[in-house]
């Protein structure tokens, strides 16, 4: 988690802002119910009046109301006829002035009792009565009055306020479907712009996590390749390339999408749900008991599920190693498995990895699926318990319809809040797995660097060239025994240096010395009298020509290839090179020339030929030390002489340094100084004539590739 945080870092700001626009698109969220209980009892029951008393009263009705105990002492009579009463007489009847809405509430209490007496009093429903009738069957002075306690709940008594203050409306003129449709399309006006301000904020917030999350991914990805590229070989033995690859894509995948539904889902859940489970519990105080059922139910069944499913997740990374591991081998060993006839077994081996993977993901899955249906269960009784206690509710009295509506509309949010709270449990074991797995590479201490704790030494603008392994042996870690023991020999600037040996002599290993592939156990590599450890990594092996063994290139064309060794080669130097590593037969036979594009590792040329244009990359550096381990196998023998002859020459010039792995006699049987490998150790140091006459290893070597004839 640190990690995530670490990377999360530099996007702090953006992400206090994104969390502030959720608080705003949550509470806009939050209130879209409230208005839509308001439009259905407001607008829709209750035709559009919201107050608890009427604005305008006719002056009978006022008479009728004092009578009956109601105050009316904020009634009072206008020279001015207001504008939904064009029936109102300004010398009868009262228009309400005091606008203080706790001194409408005050005036509310005592009206609504004083409808509810009315209401006895008459022999008309309310709903279909006039004023004149209300009025006159409802006077004091009538035998039918009726008086005493009220049994009638506040909510009832508003109700039937309502339907009086209708009555008085009508016997002042107003227009009781303009008044409904005002109500209705005031509020629904009011819903559409918390919408399209909702929507806004979720567009911006949107584009905020997207930033945030592509761009975590983006540093994760560019320090776990920037780390990888550190790593030598020691490292690579640690870690497989398909779990490289692995950590590098998924890894880096799943915490992008932490990161980006984090802000959307972590932060937003809560508020919502918090905030649903409020507004709930203000809207209707004695359905609560149903919310907090459904809470917990809903609580057991996430706790239930990600106990079964989250110790499946590290599991599930390490099979995507293996399926990764598993494609790799069979696609870049297509050739190999098709000349043995084992396509069948790759295909049982990718089939058990396959099935591997399929079976666990197919149990989180199913543990997942199972979480769906049973919440949606559990939401469908939780709606279906609200209808039915909140139906008793509304026929006692003391809830409103819309009420109920807007309880149900927050239940909802409650509970897809829990969905979205329980995908997050989903994508935060596994981006913490994935997490852990990218630490662990970043974390990964490599074993070749520059030297701490003391000032490197510099070599100044070019190297002279000269190598002295001074005493030096090498082991591999944890390895029973040296690979290279006391290896003494100078190779001097302007000289070609051969190394020979039988397969595991350590040929290869000795030469990876050089740019420090590997750090020497004992003893001392010196560049110019200078031990390459006490000299920076780029600094030495910016002084290294190095062609491996087996030749690499790398998409692009051969132009870029080239300058892949030297930015600013230009094409002089990159056709000069071209000359020297006989290229020039395959390069210029295409029209194209160092435009001719090269695939992907270089398949669509031949491995002579991608040895070439490796050397050809060398060459164009012009370092002071050339390093070719075993880079003429893939050489027919008079290409390989014309190659050594030019390189000679080429070399000769800028007195370089060449050292040379061959297997091959005549590829080295003109250097100034060939050392002979056996088991790790020096048996042979010398030209090709002084070895043939003093070293059986070599002789032996020499008489199984040349007749007599090239021997003599």
């Not at 932490?258 to 709930?280: D, F, K, T, W, Y």
Request: charged share 20%; glycine share 8%.
């Amino acid at each position: 988690m640190k990690l995530i945080l670490r990377y999360f870092k530099p996007f702090l700001l953006m992400a206090i802002v994104s969390i502030g626009l959720l608080f705003l698109q949550n509470f806009a969220d939050l209130m879209l119910p409230t208005y839509m209980s308001s439009m259905v009892d407001t607008g829709i029951i209750r035709g559009g009046i919201s107050e608890p008393a009427p604005r305008a009263i006719p002056g009978e009705a006022y008479d009728l109301l004092v009578s009956y105990g109601t105050d009316m002492s904020a009634y009072v009579k206008t020279d001015k006829v207001p504008g939904d009463f064009p029936g109102f007489d300004t010398a009868t009847d009262y228009i309400f002035a005091d606008t203080a809405p706790e001194r409408l509430a005050a005036i509310g209490a005592t009206y609504g009792s004083a409808a509810v007496h009315i209401s006895r009093n008459i022999t008309v429903d309310l709903n279909d009565a006039t004023a004149e009738e209300v009025i006159n069957q409802a006077n004091p002075d009538a035998a039918t009055v009726t008086t005493g306690p009220l049994d009638v709940p506040p909510q009832t008594q508003f109700e039937i306020g309502v339907s009086l203050t209708k009555v008085f409306y009508k016997a002042l003129g107003a227009d009781m479907g303009a008044i409904q449709q005002k109500s209705i399309f005031g509020i629904g006006l009011i819903m559409l712009l918390i919408t399209l301000f909702a929507a806004a904020i979720t567009i911006a917030n949107g584009f905020l996590s997207a930033r945030i999350s592509t761009g975590t991914g983006r540093n994760l990805r560019h320090d776990v390749f920037a780390k990888v590229q550190t790593f030598a070989p020691a490292e690579f033995d640690k870690f497989s390339t398909a779990t490289l690859i692995t950590r590098c894509t998924n890894d880096v995948q799943q915490i992008q999408m932490v990161a980006m539904m984090g802000l959307r889902m972590i932060c937003s859940a809560p508020i919502m749900g918090i905030g649903g489970i409020i507004m709930a519990v203000r809207t209707s105080p004695s359905l609560t008991p149903i919310v907090i059922i459904a809470v917990i139910l809903l609580t057991v069944l996430q706790i239930v599920i990600f106990s079964k499913v989250i110790p499946k997740f590290k599991i599930m990374q390490k099979l995507r190693d293996k399926l990764n591991l598993v494609t790799r081998e069979g696609l870049t060993g297509m050739m190999v498995i098709r000349a043995f006839g084992n396509e069948q077994q790759e295909i049982n081996r990718f089939e058990q990895a396959n099935r591997n993977i399929r079976d666990t993901n197919r149990y989180v899955q199913f543990m997942m699926t199972i979480q769906q249906p049973t919440m949606n269960f559990i939401m469908s009784c939780t709606t279906l318990a609200v209808i039915f206690f909140g139906a008793r509710i509304i026929s006692a009295g003391n809830l409103q319809v819309g009420q109920m509506m807007a309880f149900m509309q927050y239940v909802m949010q409650i509970i897809m809040s829990f969905l979205a709270i329980g995908m997050m449990f989903v994508m935060i074991p596994q981006a913490l797995v994935s997490a852990g797995r990218i630490e662990e590479v970043l974390k990964t201490e490599t074993k070749i660097n520059d030297k701490k704790g003391t000032e490197l030494k510099s070599l100044g603008k070019r190297a002279k060239g000269e190598l002295v392994f001074d005493n030096i042996s090498f082991s591999y870690e944890d390895a029973e025994s040296p690979v290279l023991e006391n290896i003494n020999f100078t190779a001097k600037a302007g000289e070609t240096t051969a190394f020979i040996g039988s397969t595991g002599s350590g040929k290869s290993t000795l030469i990876n010395l050089i740019p420090r592939f590997y750090d020497v156990t004992k003893g001392a590599i010196r560049l110019d009298g200078v031990d390459i450890r006490e000299l920076s990594v780029h600094e030495l092996r910016s002084n290294l020509g190095y062609v491996p063994q087996k030749g690499i290139l790398f998409s692009g064309d051969i132009g870029s290839n080239l300058e892949f060794a030297k930015e600013d080669a230009t094409d002089e130097e990159k056709r000069e090179a071209i000359k020297v590593a006989q290229a020039e037969e395959f390069v210029y036979a295409d029209k194209d020339g160092m435009n001719t594009e090269i695939a992907q590792s270089g398949d669509n040329v031949s491995g002579g030929q991608k040895q070439r244009l490796s050397i050809a990359r060398a060459l164009v550096k012009k370092p002071p030390i050339y390093i070719f381990d075993d880079s003429f196998s893939a050489l027919d023998f008079r290409t390989d002489a014309k190659l050594r002859g030019a390189l000679r020459e080429y070399a000769g010039e800028t007195r370089a340094t060449v050292l040379i792995v061959a297997q091959r006699i005549s590829t080295i049987m003109n250097a100034q100084q060939i050392i002979v490998l056996d088991a790790g150790k020096i048996v042979g140091k010398g030209t090709h004539r002084e070895l043939l006459e003093s070293c059986a290893e070599y002789r032996e070597i020499a008489e199984s590739q040349l007749t007599k004839e090239e021997l003599a």
